[in-house]
């Protein structure tokens, strides 16, 4: 079963990296100090105290900066350049015990499935924001709930969080284009606005 904890936790630390960075290390942090879980590879380093500590300030931040509608679309495209680049060292660390070749093809994934689900939730908020501004802190909520309940979900029940990956990665898929499509139709339609309302 080392194999599965392992390749478990990769994937999950990896994709939940793109949803909430913050919130993923410092539950499995917490997870490995509390000895309810046994984090594969070097990922026990994030039961450090200030790592836990760092990542904990760093949420509370985060969940601010979430609740004001122009601040958070800021945010998500500064952390672009965090959380995917985390997401892929946090399932390499988790191959750390294996060949060189396995930990690349970690680090190759967990970097795909960060920028995947980071780009899911970038496109989800602006959509948000953009249609229902007072919406963006109840989606924030309800993502910071997503992201300890799937961190403490891949440490228990492995093969569960397995499949809901699978769905949810299906989902993103099938979701994102459409809301890609939804936002440049909105964009159009205030471009047309402006230009007609411009003096001839």
Same mark, same amino acid.
């Given at each position: 079963? @080392?194999?599965?904890?392992?390749?478990?936790?990769?994937?999950? /630390?990896?994709?939940?990296?793109?949803?909430?960075?913050? *919130?993923? =290390?410092?539950?499995?942090?917490?997870?490995?100090?509390?000895?309810?879980?046994?984090?594969?590879?070097?990922? *026990?380093?994030?039961?450090? @105290?200030?790592?836990?500590?760092?990542?904990? /300030?760093?949420?509370?931040?985060? &969940?601010? /900066? @979430? %609740?004001?509608?122009?601040?958070?679309?800021?945010?998500?495209?500064?952390?672009?350049?965090?959380?995917? !680049?985390?997401?892929?060292?946090?399932?390499?660390?988790?191959?750390?015990?294996?060949?060189?070749? =396995?930990?690349?093809? *970690?680090?190759?994934? +967990?970097?795909?499935?960060?920028?995947?689900?980071?780009?899911? %939730?970038?496109?989800?908020?602006?959509?948000?924001?953009?249609?229902?501004? +007072?919406?963006?802190?109840?989606?924030?909520?309800?993502?910071?709930?997503? /992201? =300890?309940?799937?961190?403490?979900?891949?440490? &228990? &029940?492995?093969?569960? &969080?397995?499949?809901?990956?699978?769905?949810?990665?299906?989902?993103?898929?099938?979701?994102?284009? %459409?809301?890609? #499509?939804?936002?440049? #139709?909105?964009?159009?339609?205030?471009?047309?606005?402006?230009?007609?309302? %411009? !003096?001839?």
């Amino acid at each position: 079963m @080392d194999w599965l904890i392992t390749l478990t936790t990769a994937l999950g /630390a990896a994709w939940l990296s793109g949803i909430n960075l913050y *919130a993923t =290390v410092a539950t499995l942090g917490l997870l490995q100090r509390l000895g309810l879980a046994r984090l594969p590879g070097d990922l *026990a380093v994030l039961s450090h @105290d200030w790592i836990i500590g760092l990542a904990a /300030a760093l949420y509370v931040i985060e &969940f601010v /900066a @979430d %609740k004001i509608p122009v601040v958070d679309s800021a945010w998500d495209a500064i952390h672009t350049f965090i959380r995917v !680049p985390a997401g892929a060292i946090l399932a390499a660390s988790a191959f750390a015990d294996f060949d060189p070749p =396995v930990r690349v093809a *970690a680090l190759l994934i +967990g970097g795909g499935l960060a920028l995947g689900s980071h780009g899911g %939730k970038a496109a989800t908020r602006v959509a948000v924001n953009t249609a229902a501004p +007072g919406a963006g802190a109840v989606v924030s909520v309800i993502e910071d709930a997503a /992201a =300890v309940g799937s961190a403490a979900l891949m440490t &228990f &029940f492995p093969l569960s &969080f397995l499949v809901l990956l699978v769905l949810a990665l299906i989902g993103t898929a099938w979701l994102v284009p %459409k809301i890609v #499509r939804v936002l440049r #139709r909105m964009l159009a339609l205030l471009r047309g606005s402006a230009s007609s309302g %411009k !003096p001839a």
